[in-house]
């Protein structure tokens, strides 16, 4: 194992000294062909501290580099990529070779598109791709059903690596700067009406729904919901170690998507809940079923005992499909109560606190929300009837509602 010197990013090898730093937002990790002598490592640690500060007043330049590492790998690529004879499949896998510290996930999404790109234009010369090249692909994607968001994400691999191009004067001009705002689709328009359009349930809806399950475990999860307001994903991560039954209190820590333990997408996201009377009650119930059964493995959050799992096998819920499709589907059919998709349950919750007068801080904070503008856009028609018929300003009122349906 190399050694750490007292100063930081300054390692002792067998044979060599490390060093690391930052530069142009990324890290750069090169060796000096140096044995790591008492005199050699105070070199080194000069140099190290030479750069930083360069970096810092922004004079470090690529000429720097190749006179401090003539033999650096990093420098022979981005220097053979300047001479513009390289291919797009070539320059991405450059541009990839400098992006440090990616999640998993990421990386796989940029490998994905990386070979999307590398297909279609995979010989062709970062100065030889144009913008029509480019919305010739964008309507294509839009074409095949990909949404905007998708395709977005998708530019982000091709737009490092034209930046990377232009920054080393591979290219005049990136392309994608002169990207216009991109559309739906029609079909992405179509699909957002039918998905995005906030239809909560009534309450005699909810009851018929829950009086229809035969379920406990399906029963409980969707009890939980509507009185929680918790996102599908949150529902999946919660576990008995985020629960407090005694202070009736839940911290929301993490969710999971597509099968994969994530932390919140925004500091928002992470929250402790004081939980309404009725979803503690669940929970009271659902310690029944799930409390004593074996953790499961939750990656980097190690062994969690999640409260909700699926019935009859004790398995951890991963998909909001399987939950959709395999329970939430037929029930209603069942119920005979129109369909709506299950994320319905956190408008339920969001519309009954709206209605009673609860104002939209406490909402927002609730729901995991970083400001109001989400529950002024979704709930506009409840907040004016609240306004209209209530005559409140806000304070905790859901204990009103409480109080009629317990």
Request: contains cysteine; proline residues 6%; glycine residues 6%.
């Amino acid at each position: 194992m190399p050694k750490k010197t007292t100063t930081p990013n300054v390692e002792i090898r067998a044979e060599s000294i490390r060093l690391t730093f930052w530069w142009n937002h990324a890290r750069h990790r090169e060796t000096l062909a140096l044995h790591p002598t008492p005199p050699n490592v105070k070199h080194a640690v000069r140099l190290q501290r030479s750069i930083e500060d360069d970096v810092a007043l922004g004079r470090f330049t690529l000429e720097d580099y190749a006179r401090h590492f003539p033999d650096s790998p990093w420098l022979r690529r981005t220097q053979h990529a300047k001479r513009g004879d390289q291919t797009i499949t070539a320059c991405l896998e450059a541009w990839f070779g400098l992006m440090k510290a990616l999640k998993p996930s990421t990386a796989k999404r940029y490998r994905s598109a990386m070979r999307e790109f590398t297909d279609r234009w995979g010989g062709v010369r970062p100065s030889e791709l144009t913008l029509t090249m480019i919305r010739q692909w964008i309507a294509g994607r839009q074409e095949a059903g990909t949404t905007l968001k998708t395709i977005k994400n998708q530019l982000i691999p091709l737009r490092g690596m034209l930046q990377e191009a232009l920054a080393n004067e591979v290219i005049e001009a990136n392309p994608l700067d002169k990207l216009p705002d991109l559309d739906p689709s029609e079909a992405e328009r179509v699909k957002r009406l039918t998905t995005k359009i906030v239809e909560p349930f009534e309450l005699s809806e909810l009851d018929t729904i829950l009086a229809a399950c035969t379920k406990m475990e399906v029963a409980n999860f969707i009890e939980f919901e509507a009185w929680s307001g918790l996102r599908t994903g949150e529902m999946f991560g919660l576990a008995w170690e985020d629960i407090d039954l005694h202070r009736g209190t839940a911290q929301i820590v993490r969710t999971i998507t597509e099968g994969r333990w994530l932390t919140p997408k925004t500091k928002a996201g992470a929250r402790t809940l004081d939980l309404l009377p009725r979803a503690l009650a669940v929970l009271k119930r659902q310690k029944a079923l799930t409390f004593l059964l074996p953790p499961v493995d939750a990656g980097p959050f190690g062994q969690l005992r999640p409260v909700f799992r699926q019935p009859g096998t004790g398995k951890q819920w991963r998909s909001s499909n399987t939950f959709a499709e395999g329970y939430w589907r037929p029930l209603l059919r069942k119920a005979g109560v129109r369909y709506r998709y299950p994320y319905q349950l956190r408008h339920t919750f969001a519309s009954m606190c709206i209605s009673v007068g609860e104002n939209e801080r406490w909402l927002a904070d609730y729901l995991g929300h970083t400001d109001t503008s989400m529950i002024r856009r979704h709930y506009a028609k409840w907040l004016k009837e609240a306004a209209e018929h209530s005559g409140q300003k806000g304070g905790s009122k859901i204990s009103l509602l409480m109080k009629e349906v317990v």
